[in-house]
């Protein structure tokens, strides 16, 4: 039945027809309905200018307001602020100026506008100029300087108010703890309920962030009796700030319990959830969380799947990001800039940076995140090339790079072996951002120059740095003096590192590896003894795979997994098949004081190739296996998953420590150079 045949319903009728279309996103049909009432008044042309305006369509709104046969205060008032959602400052401006009677709401909204294009200081002269300020006007001032930092500003005007209410208050306590400033958000709390001011569930809201920021358990227990007490319980977002309260004080159950007290329909509190199981490690629970609310018919929005996805990176569950992916393209988000941001990282951290670039060209408005994703996952993967390209791309668009970027620029030259280009970035920021360069920049650098065999000019850098260098940045120089077997730099560069840090087993691991792959044997046992006298335990090599959902570990020589005599078969069958291909083994390569026989068969069972050898059995034949490496894959390996790509024709990733490794046809994408 359409409304077109009851011609005499009233005005209240039609309202809830149009607010019926408007809040399902039928605007059209809202036209539609309003295009056949007889002689819509005032309300009923605002609410169609105003669904206009949140549906984006400002053009319409602003040509049915021209229509109106007149035109109220209420009317301008939802015009100007349809102008600033849509984005149209100009217009909004014009329309302020060609307002014939204004009252204290219009200003309001020009000062609230003027704050969400960062226009401060027209904010200000406009709240002067207001002939009456009634207190959402002097709210919006406070809310507006904390917005930008001007914290004491905010407090200034506060104390100036001749009158405030509980949202001058809240915007205080919100305000101050955003700014970093949580102890004295807590004081203006503690002043305002002991003027008898009631809190209202956003105040407590608000204190509950603070607690949660500041891990205040005891004001955090305290706030959660008096919501119970005043009844706010059930309401959406006292629960979601009290999960994440929870959550950041690294108490999980109780996260549980506060969500599991009714029924909860609200994607922010559902999110808050799967948030706090992540934030404790538990991404397991987290993904469980994410496929609860959609079987429930919650839909999530772009703060749950910058969570859930964050879940699949810390697990390297492609296969779920994947599925995750499928949603986020049914519910229109997949171009959204926060969620393809995080689908970027989480395909480039899987090792499918293919994926990455085609989320990444697909994203509608990048912002720096974006663009330092792309950069960062190109220079993991080895492709230093597209992540120049990129920057060149990135700096046309007008954005600006920071610290983040020349990292993953420096990197990118590291693992391509750009040592020129490297030295370009490294003096651009020294020269034009002296205050960006940060201790992983300098780190970036020694590690391009060590690459490049320019040990010393990579130890005095570190000498000529203004900053301290720390343990980081001389691990650099010392990995590469273990990859060019250069002792008298590595000695020097170890003890500074275990100066700063005595029980770091990565220089004692370097320098020994160093030492063994030089047959200095009784250096390498007083090492060893050394780390055993000090309590110094060296993380022992594990690689892994992925298989539906279950993380498949394996250490060097290792014959715990309930498939290993099928695996140890495969290597058998691969290390013939090797031979074949012109394969010798590279003893160096073998660390420890044995026979070559012993060197060579502890060379085929390293962790990376028995999950390749696990992979190969379990997996679809053709299909791309991914590897995953604590430590970083050691030269034989190389050498022999190049070959290994080749006879079983199938593409392997390998990310090691330092980077993604991808074999295919006998080749991998570091040209060797890692």
Known sequence: MGFMNYPNQSTLTYKHGLYNHIKNQRIDLARKLFDEIPSPNSLLYTIMITGYAQ??????????????????????????????????????????????????????????????????????????????????????????????????????????????????????????????????????????????????????????????????????????????????????????????????????????????????????????????????????????????????????????????????????????????????????????????????????????????????????????????????????????????????QMIREGVDPDEITFTGLLSACSHSGMLQKGRYFFEYISRYKPNEVKLQHFACMVDILGRGRKLEEAEELIKNMPLKANSMVWLALLSSCRMHSNAEVAERAAKEILDLEPHCSAAYVLLSNLYASAGRWSDVSRLRVKMKQGGIVKQPGCSWVYLKGTRHEFLSGDRSHPLSEKIYEKLDWLGGKLKEFGYCPERSYSLHDVEDEQKEEMLSFHSERLAIGFALITTVEGSTITVMKNLRVCGDCHHAIKLISKIVRREIVVRDSSRFHHFRSGSCSCRDYW
């Not at 002269?125 to 207190?135: A, I, K």
């Not at 108010?161 to 915007?171: E, G, K, L, Q």
């Not at 697990?315 to 689908?343: C, M, Q, R, W």
């Open 55 to 392: 549906k984006g369509r400002i053009n319409d709104a602003l040509n049915l307001f021209e229509q109106m046969p007149v035109r109220d205060t209420i009317s301008w008032n939802s015009m100007l602020k349809g102008c600033f959602d849509c984005g149209k400052l100009c217009m909004a401006e014009t329309l302020f100026d060609k307002m014939p009677e204004r009252n204290v709401v219009s200003w309001t909204t020009m000062v609230n506008g003027y704050f969400q294009f960062g226009r401060i200081d027209k904010a200000e002269s406009l709240f002067y100029q207001m002939p009456v300020r009634d207190v959402a006007a002097w709210n919006a001032m406070i809310h507006g300087y904390f917005c930008y930092g001007r914290v004491e500003d905010a407090i200034r005007l506060f104390d100036e108010m001749p009158c405030r209410n509980v949202i001058s208050w809240t915007s205080m306590i919100g305000g101050l703890d955003c700014n970093g400033k949580t102890d004295e958000s807590f004081l203006v709390f503690k002043k305002m309920v002991g003027y008898g001011i009631l809190p209202t569930a956003t105040t407590l809201a608000c204190v509950l962030a603070g607690c949660a920021h500041v891990l205040d358990l005891y004001l955090g227990l305290q706030i959660h009796g008096c919501v119970i007490k005043i009844g706010l319980s059930s309401d959406e977002f006292i629960c979601a700030s009290l999960i994440t309260f929870y959550a950041n004080c690294k108490l999980i159950e109780d996260t549980s319990k506060v969500f599991n007290e009714k029924l909860h329909k609200n994607v922010v509190v559902w999110t808050a959830l799967l948030t706090g199981n992540g934030l404790n490690g538990k991404h397991e629970t987290a993904l469980k969380v994410f496929s609860d609310m959609i079987n429930l018919g919650v839909l999530p929005n772009q703060s749950t799947f910058v969570s859930v996805l964050n879940s699949c990176i810390k697990l390297e569950a492609i296969d779920h990001g994947k599925e995750i992916h499928t949603v986020a393209i049914k519910l229109g988000l997949v171009n959204d800039v926060f969620v393809g941001n995080s689908l970027v990282v989480m395909y480039s951290e899987c090792g499918n940076v293919i994926d990455a670039v085609a989320i990444f060209r697909k994203i509608d408005e990048k912002n720096i995140v974006s663009w330092n994703s792309m950069i960062v996952g190109s220079a993991q993967h080895g492709f230093g090339r597209l992540a120049l390209t990129l920057y060149s």
